[in-house]
T-cell receptor, first 113, second 111 residues
């Protein structure tokens, strides 16, 4: 079945550092790809998405590009802030009318001042 | 309030008891989902529903029951709770062909 693999961390960075969280996927079709963020004690919120190859999703300074040739959707941010501390989940939607999401295991990011 | 709400937010129950987690959405989204979040596993799909009266199993359905008699509600029942069902449970909804929207979660402890 479809699967998502992401670096599990935890990742600890200083404020203004560059962030990369790697995500690769396995899928039989052409999935949509998502990054969700979970702040402490809260549910998941969509951070960004891409629905087809070469699409770039972006939001709040975060970016990720849907790379079909490498089956990847790596999350990047040029300068992280303390407020970015959270758990980040990469996910794919299998499509086919079910809208089910398959998640990676999550990456906990801590940004220190 | 508009959105997706879960209740209760926290629940402690004893092994063997039946417990129901509630999920309500105000958008009339067609799709609804239940996930559990466990350390080292990320989120795993328990059950989902494509419309009222249509439900299907996800990755980890054993020990759980769902129903969806109305579009806006999707309760999850643990028929006889076990310690392995201690987890954080998330409900989500999706109108179709876009992203899912998640509730705040229910932290369930089975003692």
């Amino acid at each position: 079945g479809d699967s998502v693999t992401q670096m599990e961390g935890p990742v600890t960075l200083s404020e203004e550092a560059f962030l990369t969280i790697n995500c690769t996927y396995t899928a039989t079709g052409y999935p949509s790809l998502f990054w969700y963020v979970q702040y402490p004690g809260e549910g998941l919120q969509l951070l960004l998405k891409a629905t087809k190859a070469d699409d770039k999703g972006s939001n709040k300074g975060f970016e990720a590009t849907y790379r079909k040739e490498t089956t990847s959707f790596h999350l990047e941010k040029g300068s992280v802030q303390v407020s970015d501390s959270a758990v980040y989940f990469c996910a794919l939607s299998e499509g086919g009318g079910s809208e089910k999401l398959v998640f990676g295991k999550g990456t906990k990011l801590t940004v220190n001042p | 309030d508009a959105g997706i709400t879960q209740s209760p937010r926290y629940k402690i129950t004893e092994t063997g008891r039946q417990v129901t987690l509630m999920c309500h959405q105000t958008w009339s989204h067609s799709y609804m989902f239940w996930y559990r979040q466990d350390l080292g596993h990320g989120l795993r799909l328990i059950y989902y529903s494509a419309a009222a009266d249509i439900t299907d199993k996800g990755e980890v359905p054993d020990g759980y029951v769902v129903s969806r008699s109305k579009t806006e509600n999707f309760p999850l029942t643990l028929e006889s709770a076990t310690r392995s069902q201690t987890s954080v449970y998330f409900c989500a909804s999706n109108p179709g062909h876009t992203e899912a929207f998640f509730g705040q979660g229910t932290r369930l402890t089975v003692v």
